[in-house]
């Protein structure tokens, strides 16, 4: 399979963007073709990424060494390339994006919120399905930059046409103003406002790369430049870091840049909130691993206390939001700030075991929420409100959506056994012995708060299921027949809970994939200060 | 003493010529209905023009004619292809347009050419006196082409406007350089650059590359200078509007910029600070006024002038920080020639939308994309390129634009901040167009389809936008050739 080293993951990243080329030229009244079109199109994509993994040799080799790679020149001018490889640290974050990709169409099958119009809306996601799987593997700045932009636009409009139509009150407005128009627009002016920054970062960057003629967007060779300290000293890099900071933070969300994310997630329709919590807030976390740490070792280093504390900020005014909920779906957004909050918390410790929880943690949190997501769309699709306060003994309406209901929670809020757990736990692990020379204090007083984030999570979730799914069924329902879980949403739903699963018990499946790339980071760049304790954490679980 | 002549170098001025004698000719001989033989002539001739400019460019060779006077090199025939390319789609668009509202048709081309005529002029000219003809005949028959609805009082005004202000600016523009040859003793650009460059201190030349810079401004309305614009722009023709803001602008800024890069060298401590000063108004200004249009075509007058901001912002932070101008001088020729593509292409959308719609409000732009998909599209494709998201060809000339300032110097680094807030600004109302077409749910009635399906002429426009905003937003090296002929002028100029 010769030819599949040098296309297999150009066929990832541009096999959905063919689709949405042919989706154009189906008429819109044919839905079926549509969605058949659709649905090989994203399986093509998701075979080619498995693929990938089939073909991924696990064996490691150091950090910046890519699989899969191709590097071609696209602006020869600024000599930036066409560069895309995988590696340990990527790889299972391009797989989720093609998994996902597929289970979120074959849940549109029967889903088209208002107003239908599923060609557009199938063309759409093939481009934001390019844009993602596109963002995993860039290996140039630009092309980052580029991967990283395009998928504001399908979810733009997205929110835009299929969201939420109630009106509400927006501030500084004397009309009220549907959901939807306002949390589109605010979703794509915050992340272009930190892109805009971002993308003066790069510049930076690749000015002071080199020498005129030598200057680079090139990411693996700027993370050996960044690795032997050639960005050591630069008066510039604190800005520098700073800007790049602005563009990844507002992705992820991190406090106190998340407000467009209650929004936008609320507002969006089911499959737009599912593809936002399980893959584009990744592409900021993701920014920070592949970016920032390596290529900015120093800064990252003078950052990490201020990353950490906004991190656990992130977790307890997620989970006090949280709390404060009375809509269902707005409720799971809010926590997708808690846990993403983890996340950052795990990559600021600058080690192994934080970048390895931060990694699984995205997996994990990809797959729950994702599915916490799919939950809440098809309830409200039911029951026609998110209130949750007029909810109430959904388990006895219907038994299986409570119980996957019920699942999901559980593993969201981080039982052991179940995938969300590993991120959370390893990366309190992580935050108590952090890479030498951070403030022990900052970090382990972060520990504390963040486990008692985790109590807080466990709060509110069980709170919500309380709410939900227990005790008697509102009397409103009465008389109401409720369709339990239909086979669309099980074929969709039931690969997710498969997966949680088995990623709770057995976590080596992400770690063989990450714990060499990421042990071999730290040691590049953070000079050999990994944790002993790593082996007996990460392989013993 | 005989000046040699080469008639190859000259040969798309030429045609260029003929083409207006014979849609002169043509129009005293057409019956009305026969008359929009005028409009194929003048897209043949246009056509026809870049046949020898293609020659030229593959023959490389850089002729200068005139002592020097009219130089032909890769930098003006890039020019000269971006202002043929450009006229070409504004005839594509005007032709059913200027048709059906039975107006007189071979005066509209024949004047358009002539204008045409004057850029072409000017991208060649090496001296101040050819750039002065050059630019005055581009702008001459625009006053009279800005009132050509004259049933309209709004096109009257735009008219009036544009003319008074016009010819303010074209004296002002004048005795600046007037007073410049009264300093140098020299109309030709490299004479004044050695008569100038010891000369910093004299406060007459101040006075002369202030009064340019005014003139200048006027005619590529940039702040403080721009409030013609929106009412011209929504008062003459759309396909005038759209002339004006993509060749007319084109051709007042390049030479401005040539004027200060080639002739001024010595004095950018004198122009570099205005410059300055005229890319962060004209961005934070453009963009705030646009926030607030409701009318599509005043809201694309604003676009235009923060777009002559982003423009400005290389060469004005590469001045003034003191570094190579060369760069900066690329990066601004790629702007305007993306700029040039995508802003023709949202005039014809809107030109498209408005035979649709009947209204020129955005607001009753809304849902225009359930009725017709298509335009929907191109609408949303053309008005996020100039916002400048990618994978359009926006984003390589805001990215070309913010590479250049990238120097170590707090003024540009203040002007890249500037222009990275404004970047987001300026989302925002582009925003509002294709909010309308895909967003918002119709307010008002559509024309019947079969009566406004937009013209071939206008499809082709539109086919021939679209595609270079996407090819050159997927592969931005087919534009490097731009960053090139700004070479050519740095060291053979």
Same mark, same amino acid.
């Given at each position: 399979?010769?030819?599949?080293?040098?296309?297999?993951?150009?066929? +990832?990243?541009?096999?959905?963007?063919?689709?949405?080329?042919?989706l154009?030229?189906?008429?819109?009244?044919?839905?079926?073709?549509?969605?058949?079109?659709?649905?090989?199109?994203?399986?093509?994509?998701?075979?080619?990424?498995?693929?990938?993994?089939?073909?991924?040799?696990f064996?490691?080799?150091?950090?910046?060494?890519?699989?899969?790679?191709?590097?071609?020149?696209?602006?020869?001018?600024?000599?930036?390339?066409?560069?895309?490889?995988?590696? @340990?640290?990527?790889?299972?974050?391009?797989?989720?994006?093609?998994?996902?990709?597929?289970?979120a169409v074959?849940?549109?099958?029967n889903?088209?919120?208002?107003?239908k119009?599923?060609?557009?809306?199938?063309?759409?996601?093939?481009?934001?399905?390019?844009?993602?799987?596109g963002?995993?593997?860039?290996?140039?700045?630009?092309?980052f930059?580029?991967? %990283?932009?395009?998928?504001? !636009?399908?979810?733009?409009?997205?929110?835009g046409?299929?969201?939420?139509?109630?009106?509400?009150?927006?501030?500084?407005?004397?009309?009220?103003?549907?959901?939807?128009?306002?949390?589109?627009?605010?979703?794509?002016?915050?992340?272009?406002?930190?892109?805009?920054?971002?993308?003066?970062?790069?510049?930076?960057?690749?000015?002071?790369?080199?020498?005129?003629?030598?200057?680079?967007?090139?990411?693996?060779?700027? +993370?050996?430049?960044?690795?032997?300290?050639?960005?050591?000293?630069?008066?510039?890099?604190?800005?520098?870091?700073?800007?790049?900071?602005?563009?990844?933070?507002?992705?992820?969300?991190?406090?106190?840049?998340?407000?467009?994310?209650?929004? =936008?997630?609320?507002?969006?329709?089911?499959? @737009?909130?599912?593809?936002?919590?399980?893959?584009?807030?990744?592409?900021?976390?993701?920014?920070?691993?592949?970016?920032?740490?390596?290529?900015?070792?120093?800064?990252?280093?003078?950052?990490?206390?201020?990353?950490?504390i906004? =991190?656990?900020?992130?977790?307890?005014y997620?989970?006090?939001?949280?709390?404060?909920q009375?809509?269902?779906?707005?409720?799971?957004?809010?926590?997708?700030?808690?846990h993403?909050?983890?996340?950052?918390?795990?990559?600021?410790?600058?080690?192994?075991?934080?970048?390895?929880?931060?990694?699984?943690?995205?997996?994990?949190?990809? !797959?729950?929420?994702?599915?916490?997501?799919?939950?809440a769309?098809?309830?409200?699709?039911?029951?026609?409100?998110?209130?949750?306060?007029?909810?109430?003994?959904?388990?006895?309406?219907?038994?299986?959506?409570?119980?996957?209901?019920?699942?999901?929670?559980?593993?969201?809020?981080?039982?052991?056994?179940?995938?969300?757990?590993?991120?959370?736990?390893?990366?309190?692990?992580?935050?108590?012995?952090?890479?030498?020379?951070?403030?022990l204090?900052?970090?382990?007083?972060?520990?504390?708060l963040?486990?008692?984030?985790?109590?807080?999570?466990?709060?509110?979730?069980?709170?919500?299921?309380?709410?939900?799914?227990?005790?008697?069924?509102?009397?409103?329902?009465?008389?109401?027949?409720?369709?339990?879980?239909?086979?669309?949403?099980?074929?969709?739903?039931?690969?997710l809970?498969?997966?949680?699963?088995?990623?709770?018990?057995?976590?080596?499946?992400?770690?063989?994939?990450?714990?060499?790339?990421?042990?071999?980071?730290?040691?590049?760049?953070?000079?050999?200060? +990994?944790?002993?304790?790593?082996?007996?954490?990460?392989?013993?679980? | 003493?005989?000046?040699?002549?080469?008639?190859?170098?000259? =040969?798309?001025?030429?045609?260029?010529?003929?083409?207006?004698?014979?849609?002169?000719?043509?129009?005293?001989?057409?019956?009305?209905?026969?008359?929009?033989?005028?409009?194929?002539?003048a897209?043949?001739?246009?056509?026809?023009a870049?046949?020898?400019?293609?020659?030229?460019?593959?023959?490389?060779?850089?002729?200068?004619?005139?002592?020097?006077?009219?130089?032909i090199?890769? %930098?003006?025939?890039?020019?000269?292809?971006?202002?043929?390319?450009?006229?070409?789609?504004?005839?594509?668009?005007?032709?059913?347009?200027?048709?059906?509202?039975?107006?007189?048709?071979?005066?509209y081309?024949?004047?358009?050419?002539?204008?045409?005529?004057?850029?072409?002029?000017?991208?060649?000219?090496?001296?101040?006196?050819?750039?002065?003809?050059?630019?005055?005949?581009?702008?001459?028959?625009?006053?009279?082409?800005?009132?050509?609805?004259?049933?309209?009082?709004?096109?009257?005004?735009?008219?009036?406007?544009?003319?008074?202000l016009?010819?303010?600016?074209?004296?002002?523009?004048?005795?600046?350089?007037?007073?410049?040859?009264?300093?140098?003793?020299?109309?030709? %650009?490299?004479?004044?650059?050695?008569?100038?460059?010891?000369?910093?201190?004299?406060?007459?030349?101040?006075?002369?590359?202030?009064?340019m810079?005014?003139?200048? @401004?006027?005619?590529?309305?940039?702040?403080?200078?721009?409030?013609?614009?929106?009412?011209t722009?929504?008062? =003459?023709?759309?396909?005038?509007t759209?002339?004006?803001?993509?060749?007319?602008?084109?051709?007042?800024?390049?030479?401005?910029l040539?004027?200060?890069?080639?002739?001024?060298?010595?004095?950018?401590?004198?122009?570099?600070?205005? !410059?300055?000063? *005229?890319?962060?108004?004209?961005?934070?200004?453009?963009?705030?006024?646009?926030?607030?249009?409701?009318?599509?075509?005043?809201?694309?007058a604003?676009?235009?002038?923060?777009?002559?901001?982003? *423009?400005?912002?290389?060469?004005?932070?590469?001045?003034?920080a003191?570094?190579?101008?060369?760069e900066?001088?690329?990066a601004?020729?790629?702007?305007?020639?993306?700029?040039?593509?995508?802003?023709?292409?949202?005039?014809?959308?809107?030109?498209?939308?408005?035979?649709?719609?009947?209204?020129? +409000?955005?607001?009753?732009?809304?849902?225009?994309?359930?009725?017709?998909?298509?335009?929907?599209?191109?609408?949303?494709?053309?008005?996020?390129?100039?916002?400048?998201?990618?994978?359009?060809?926006?984003?390589?000339?805001?990215?070309?634009?913010?590479?250049?300032?990238?120097?170590?110097?707090?003024?540009?680094?203040?002007?890249?901040?500037?222009?990275?807030?404004?970047?987001?600004?300026?989302?925002?109302?582009?925003?509002?167009?294709?909010?309308a077409?895909?967003?918002?749910?119709?307010?008002?009635?559509?024309?019947?389809?079969?009566?406004?399906?937009?013209?071939?002429?206008?499809?082709?426009?539109?086919?021939?936008?679209?595609?270079?905003?996407?090819?050159?937003?997927?592969?931005?090296?087919?534009?490097?050739?731009?960053?090139?002929?700004?070479?050519?002028?740095?060291?053979?100029?």
């Amino acid at each position: 399979m010769e030819w599949f080293e040098t296309w297999g993951l150009t066929l +990832t990243v541009f096999l959905p963007v063919v689709g949405a080329v042919l989706l154009g030229f189906i008429n819109r009244d044919n839905e079926d073709a549509l969605k058949i079109t659709a649905l090989s199109f994203t399986v093509l994509a998701f075979i080619a990424s498995i693929g990938v993994v089939v073909g991924f040799d696990f064996g490691g080799g150091s950090y910046n060494t890519y699989q899969f790679e191709v590097n071609e020149t696209w602006i020869g001018a600024i000599n930036s390339n066409y560069h895309v490889g995988v590696d @340990g640290i990527s790889l299972p974050l391009l797989v989720l994006s093609t998994f996902v990709m597929v289970l979120a169409v074959i849940y549109s099958w029967n889903h088209w919120e208002e107003p239908k119009n599923p060609k557009a809306f199938l063309i759409l996601m093939m481009i934001l399905a390019t844009g993602m799987n596109g963002t995993f593997v860039a290996l140039d700045l630009v092309l980052f930059f580029i991967f %990283f932009e395009i998928v504001l !636009l399908p979810m733009y409009f997205m929110i835009g046409i299929w969201g939420d139509r109630a009106p509400r009150k927006v501030p500084g407005f004397s009309k009220p103003y549907e959901t939807r128009l306002y949390a589109s627009i605010k979703f794509f002016l915050f992340t272009l406002f930190g892109s805009a920054f971002m993308l003066l970062g790069f510049l930076a960057i690749y000015f002071e790369s080199g020498s005129e003629g030598a200057r680079t967007f090139d990411i693996q060779q700027l +993370t050996e430049l960044g690795a032997s300290g050639a960005f050591s000293g630069w008066e510039l890099a604190p800005w520098v870091f700073a800007a790049m900071f602005l563009g990844f933070a507002v992705k992820v969300p991190m406090w106190p840049l998340h407000t467009w994310l209650p929004d =936008a997630h609320t507002a969006a329709p089911t499959v @737009g909130s599912v593809l936002l919590a399980a893959i584009l807030l990744k592409l900021g976390s993701y920014g920070f691993i592949r970016i920032s740490l390596p290529i900015l070792p120093d800064e990252a280093r003078s950052w990490a206390p201020i990353i950490a504390i906004l =991190a656990v900020i992130g977790i307890i005014y997620g989970s006090l939001a949280c709390l404060a909920q009375s809509d269902m779906k707005r409720l799971i957004a809010f926590s997708s700030v808690g846990h993403m909050g983890f996340v950052m918390l795990g990559i600021a410790t600058l080690t192994d075991i934080g970048i390895n929880a931060a990694v699984i943690g995205m997996v994990a949190h990809g !797959l729950i929420t994702g599915l916490l997501f799919f939950l809440a769309g098809s309830m409200s699709h039911r029951y026609h409100t998110r209130e949750m306060a007029r909810l109430g003994g959904n388990i006895k309406l219907m038994p299986v959506m409570g119980g996957i209901l019920a699942f999901t929670a559980m593993a969201s809020l981080g039982l052991p056994g179940l995938a969300g757990f590993w991120g959370e736990f390893m990366s309190l692990v992580a935050a108590y012995n952090p890479l030498d020379g951070l403030s022990l204090g900052v970090f382990r007083t972060g520990m504390v708060l963040g486990a008692i984030g985790t109590v807080l999570t466990a709060g509110y979730m069980l709170w919500m299921l309380q709410r939900v799914n227990l005790g008697e069924p509102n009397a409103e329902w009465e008389g109401h027949e409720f369709h339990d879980v239909d086979r669309f949403e099980l074929t969709a739903w039931v690969p997710l809970i498969i997966l949680i699963v088995v990623i709770g018990f057995y976590p080596k499946v992400i770690f063989d994939s990450t714990t060499d790339a990421v042990t071999s980071l730290v040691d590049m760049v953070f000079a050999g200060d +990994t944790t002993a304790s790593i082996t007996s954490v990460v392989k013993g679980g | 003493m005989p000046y040699e002549i080469d008639y190859l170098a000259l =040969a798309p001025e030429l045609i260029v010529v003929g083409t207006l004698i014979l849609v002169l000719a043509l129009d005293l001989v057409l019956q009305r209905e026969n008359k929009y033989w005028t409009a194929t002539v003048a897209v043949a001739g246009t056509a026809l023009a870049l046949v020898p400019l293609g020659m030229l460019a593959i023959n490389g060779e850089t002729i200068s004619m005139f002592d020097g006077s009219y130089v032909i090199d890769e %930098f003006a025939l890039v020019l000269k292809g971006l202002f043929l390319v450009a006229a070409y789609i504004v005839f594509l668009m005007s032709h059913h347009y200027i048709e059906s509202e039975r107006y007189y048709q071979g005066e509209y081309y024949f004047l358009l050419l002539a204008s045409l005529l004057g850029s072409l002029v000017m991208a060649s000219a090496r001296d101040l006196i050819v750039l002065f003809i050059g630019l005055e005949l581009v702008t001459g028959p625009l006053y009279l082409l800005a009132g050509w609805r004259k049933g309209d009082v709004k096109s009257n005004e735009a008219s009036m406007k544009y003319f008074i202000l016009g010819v303010l600016s074209t004296a002002l523009l004048l005795y600046g350089m007037s007073l410049l040859f009264g300093l140098t003793g020299a109309v030709e %650009f490299t004479e004044i650059a050695a008569a100038t460059a010891n000369m910093a201190d004299e406060p007459a030349l101040a006075v002369a590359i202030l009064f340019m810079l005014v003139g200048f @401004g006027f005619k590529v309305s940039a702040v403080p200078f721009h409030f013609w614009a929106p009412d011209t722009y929504e008062g =003459a023709p759309t396909p005038i509007t759209a002339y004006l803001s993509v060749n007319s602008k084109a051709a007042g800024f390049v030479a401005m910029l040539i004027v200060m890069y080639q002739a001024l060298p010595g004095a950018a401590d004198i122009w570099a600070p205005a !410059l300055w000063l *005229m890319a962060a108004l004209s961005m934070t200004i453009g963009n705030l006024s646009a926030l607030r249009q409701t009318n599509i075509v005043r809201l694309l007058a604003y676009s235009s002038v923060a777009q002559a901001g982003f *423009m400005l912002v290389p060469f004005a932070a590469a001045a003034v920080a003191g570094a190579n101008l060369e760069e900066a001088f690329g990066a601004t020729l790629i702007y305007l020639v993306i700029y040039a593509i995508m802003n023709l292409g949202a005039f014809a959308a809107v030109i498209a939308g408005a035979r649709k719609t009947q209204t020129g +409000t955005i607001e009753g732009w809304s849902g225009l994309g359930r009725v017709d998909p298509i335009l929907g599209v191109l609408t949303a494709v053309f008005f996020f390129s100039l916002a400048g998201i990618p994978p359009l060809a926006g984003w390589f000339a805001k990215f070309e634009m913010f590479r250049s300032v990238m120097i170590a110097d707090p003024a540009t680094i203040a002007l890249a901040v500037i222009a990275a807030v404004n970047a987001v600004i300026a989302f925002y109302y582009y925003a509002r167009v294709v909010k309308a077409v895909w967003l918002d749910d119709p307010v008002g009635e559509f024309a019947d389809e079969a009566a406004v399906a937009p013209a071939g002429s206008l499809k082709l426009a539109l086919g021939v936008a679209v595609a270079l905003t996407l090819a050159i937003g997927i592969y931005p090296s087919i534009a490097a050739f731009v960053r090139d002929a700004a070479q050519v002028l740095a060291t053979g100029g």
